[in-house]
């Protein structure tokens, strides 16, 4: 099922980001207009979203299909005047402070995005004619479950940080938008991705970047995890089946949605960085130490609804998509 109209304006948030960069080139390529907008915050190396913008500002550069707007979500004047002027037909809201541990130590960045900028995009969303909002939520949401698939029918009211605290409250306040303003909202439980170009904060790039450097890496819970490691394009053609096909009503008018994306396939996290040492050609130093505050011991995606509603069928097995990482790391870094 793919209904994507090349003649609707998206707006992107969080376009410099990893997902935000790979599903605003999609959409490009297909021919939609992306409006992207991103505060370019430092939480990572900067320099790395400004080549992801590079590389989008040169596929628009003959066909003026991307609009770069440099902003923040905790500031609704500047949102209101992007809704304003583009009128955007879809609206995709991956602008996050991201990280699981970081919450830990700066709750208050999770606050201002999560929170009163998701607040904002709902805002905007009621006050102008958008057909569908597709926003980011997280698998950090299941916290503890020891219940296995996590389905998005299961109980997730035990957070173990911050960040999933607000990514369930996104939930929440996307339905309550929903059943009051007739919105129409699919929120999407993104599992464990990775692949070219991903955050250096994530475990591929942040291994890559240790091991390169000769230092050695931290496995938490003495190695003893499991991890939906989910390839970036699985995870775009996902949310691009969706764009366009907004929620029925549920048995209380509200047009909203939530799916698991992931590989629906744990993986054991020693397993990855045998990958990562394969691919990159150097034997990891590991450091395994006790499981922190915050972290899971198993994430596992039940992603039926997924395929069910929208025929989403993940193709790339952990070993090709390690490869594909670790084949960009080396180029990237120069080695």
């Not at 596929?59 to 809704?83: C, M």
């Not at 999770?110 to 969303?125: D, K, R, W």
């Not at 009503?249 to 054991?268: F, H, S, T, W």
Request: with cysteine; proline share 4%.
């Amino acid at each position: 099922m793919n209904d994507f109209n090349p003649k609707y304006t998206y707006l992107v948030t969080g376009a410099a980001g990893f997902i935000g960069y790979y599903l605003s080139k999609r959409i490009m390529e297909s021919g939609g207009s992306v409006i992207g907008y991103d505060n370019m915050n430092d939480y990572y190396d900067v320099s790395l979203k400004e080549r992801r913008l590079a590389e989008l500002n040169a596929i628009s550069k003959e066909s003026a299909t991307f609009t770069f707007i440099r902003g923040d979500l905790a500031d609704k004047a500047a949102l209101s005047e992007v809704f304003d002027k583009y009128s955007p037909d879809v609206v995709v809201n991956l602008a996050a402070q991201a990280g699981v541990r970081y919450s830990i130590e700066n709750p208050d960045a999770y606050i201002q995005s999560n929170l009163v900028g998701f607040a904002n995009i709902l805002e905007c969303c009621r006050h102008h004619e958008v057909k569908h909002l597709v926003y980011a939520s997280s698998s950090s949401v299941y916290g503890g479950n020891k219940k296995v698939p996590f389905c998005v029918d299961d109980q997730v009211d035990r957070p173990v940080s911050l960040y999933a605290a607000t990514k369930k409250s996104n939930e929440l306040m996307a339905y309550s938008y929903c059943k009051l303003y007739g919105i129409k909202a699919t929120g999407l439980r993104f599992f464990t991705v990775y692949g070219p170009m991903g955050r250096p904060d994530m475990a591929a790039f942040k291994f890559a970047d240790l091991m390169n450097a000769g230092k050695p890496i931290d496995i938490y819970n003495n190695g003893d995890m499991y991890r939906d490691f989910t390839y970036i394009d699985d995870i775009v053609t996902g949310v691009y089946k969706l764009l366009c096909t907004p929620p029925n009503e549920d048995d209380l008018g509200a047009c909203y949605k939530v799916y698991n994306i992931g590989r629906g396939k744990p993986e054991k996290l020693m397993d990855f960085v045998t990958e990562l040492e394969n691919g990159l050609g150097i034997k990891a130093d590991k450091n395994l130490m006790p499981m922190q505050p915050g972290d899971v011991y198993q994430t596992y995606a039940d992603v039926s609804e997924l395929k069910k509603d929208f025929d989403y069928s993940p193709s790339t097995d952990m070993k090709d998509g390690v490869k594909k990482f670790t084949e960009w790391y080396r180029e990237y870094r120069g080695l």
